[in-house]
T-cell receptor, first 111, second 115 residues
Framework: AQTVTQSQPEMSVQEAETVTLSCTYDTSENNYYLFWYKQPPSRQMILVIRQEAYKQQNATENRFSVNFQKAAKSFSLKISDSQLGDTAMYFCAFMKRAVRFGAGTRLTVKP | DAGVIQSPRHEVTEMGQEVTLRCKPISGHDYLFWYRQTMMRGLELLIYFNNNVPIDDSGMPEDRFSAKMPNASFSTLKIQPSEPRDSAVYFC?????????????FGPGTRLTVL
């Protein structure tokens, strides 16, 4: 079974600064997908970024980028130029067939 | 596309009552997933379907929970009888298969309160 570990229950960052959220996972699979989802207070699950395990290049989406280390089974999310609207719960997720989530990191962006 | 649609958005019921949650996946998606989110247990996968067939129901907490997918555009999650510990937000999600569609999209969730 796959497990996803987010070791930072809470983090905070000043507006316009950069923050990195950590995630590790455990699997015996070789091909899979990794995601970061954002859940604001509205509770809607919003896809932030997606990484295919077979791709060595790290995914980027505007201010969001990942550092994917397949051998280390690590998948961190970097948010650059943090904005107040980035305040939310962030979930790291692993998918082979179904998406399985970590416990989440609550990120607060301070003005 | 309207995205994944769930109804109702909020449900308040009394212990012992039957509760039915509904989901309409994104058209063309062949996988459908039900999740439950609580403070204590986080986001748990309850069950998922592929082409309307249940594939993995190992996350269903107990026999009081059941899920069906009678066709490609509709699924239900039923709790009978409901208990206060079932109070949670229930998410439905769907995805297609293939490189461009292999991402799971979530509905807005149903907030269930069992008194």
């Amino acid at each position: 079974a796959q497990t996803v570990t987010q070791s930072q229950p809470e983090m905070s960052v000043q507006e316009a600064e950069t923050v990195t959220l950590s995630c590790t996972y455990d699997t015996s699979e070789n091909n899979y997908y990794l995601f970061w989802y954002k859940q604001p207070p509205s509770r809607q699950m919003i896809l932030v970024i997606r990484q295919e395990a077979y791709k060595q290049q790290n995914a980027t989406e505007n201010r969001f980028s990942v550092n994917f280390q397949k051998a280390a089974k690590s998948f961190s999310l970097k948010i650059s130029d943090s904005q107040l609207g980035d305040t939310a719960m962030y979930f790291c997720a692993f998918m082979k067939r179904a998406v399985r989530f970590g416990a989440g990191t609550r990120l607060t962006v301070k003005p | 596309d309207a995205g994944v649609i769930q109804s109702p958005r909020h449900e308040v019921t009394e212990m012992g009552q039957e509760v039915t949650l509904r989901c309409k996946p994104i058209s063309g998606h062949d996988y459908l997933f039900w999740y439950r989110q609580t403070m204590m247990r986080g986001l748990e996968l309850l069950i998922y379907f592929n082409n309307n067939v249940p594939i993995d129901d190992s996350g269903m907490p107990e026999d009081r929970f059941s899920a069906k997918m009678p066709n490609a555009s509709f699924s239900t999650l039923k709790i009978q009888p409901s208990e206060p510990r079932d109070s949670a937000v229930y998410f439905c999600a769907s995805r297609g298969t293939g490189v461009s569609t292999d991402t799971q999209y979530f509905g807005p969730g149903t907030r269930l309160t069992v008194l």
